[in-house]
């Protein structure tokens, strides 16, 4: 079955570092999302990438849609302790609303 | 608020026991989603709703597993037969209408401990 990949599993950085995690899929994606969530809450969503090469910027967020539609990355930059989290991507299949998570990379801020 | 609730927040009950949860979707939102989280991992996808619908259930899910959605506003899920591989975090999500790639809004999750 279809699977998604993210890479690291763990981020420990220091404010003002820089930071990026990796989504990889087993298949091609209609659409990849990217999902928060802080200690003790719930999954919250970013962003949603669709076509091909896309590259979307949130104030300090980049994130990048591969051109086979077969992985994403999200980069923070210049890190704050507000980022601490753990960042989900989420692969998605035309159609159907169904999304596949990775298993997320936990970001750690010292201050 | 107007966000996604679920109903209980927590809930401990005994192996073998019967459990359901409620799901209270965004009013507007006709898709509505099930997952089960558990520590250190993403959420995993066990069916979902487009209206009254069910569209898809997961594989992974087992038969002692069973969800709703009759009036196409909000949802439940029933465990029958707890078991102790059954503790997880289970989420609902909704999505609006018609827009592309179907954003999901989560709401806070149900807590179940099997003991």
């Known amino acids: 079955g279809q699977q998604v990949m993210q890479i690291p599993q763990y981020q420990h950085v220091q404010e003002g570092e820089d930071f990026t995690t990796y989504c990889n899929s087993s298949t091609t994606l209609s659409n990849i999302q990217w999902y928060k969530q802080r200690p003790g809450g719930h999954p919250v969503f970013l962003i949603q990438?669709?076509?091909?090469?896309e590259v979307k910027k949130q104030k300090r967020l980049t994130f990048q849609f591969g051109e086979a539609k077969k992985n994403s990355s999200l980069h923070i930059t210049a890190t704050q302790t507000t980022d601490v989290g753990t960042y989900f991507c989420a692969g998605g299949k035309s159609n159907t609303g169904k999304l596949i998570f990775g298993q997320g990379t936990t970001l750690q801020v010292k201050p | 608020d107007t966000g996604v609730s679920q109903n209980p927040r927590h809930k401990i009950t005994k192996r073998g026991q019967n459990v359901t949860f409620r799901c209270d979707p965004i009013?507007?939102?006709?898709?509505l989603y099930w997952y089960r989280q558990t520590l250190g991992q993403g959420p995993e996808f066990l069916t979902y709703?487009?209206?009254?619908?069910?569209?898809?259930k997961s594989r992974l899910l087992s038969d002692r597993f069973s969800a709703e959605r009759p009036k196409g506003s909000f949802s439940t899920l029933e465990i029958q037969r707890t078991e102790q591989g059954d503790s997880a975090m289970y989420l609902c999500?909704?999505?609006?209408?018609?827009?592309?790639?179907?954003?999901?809004?989560f709401g806070p999750g149900t807590r179940l401990t099997v003991t």
């Open positions: 999500a909704s999505s609006p209408k018609l827009r592309l790639g179907y954003e999901q809004y």
């Open positions: 990438l669709v076509k091909s090469g």
């Open positions: 009013s507007e939102h006709n898709r």
């Open positions: 709703f487009q209206n009254e619908a069910q569209l898809e």
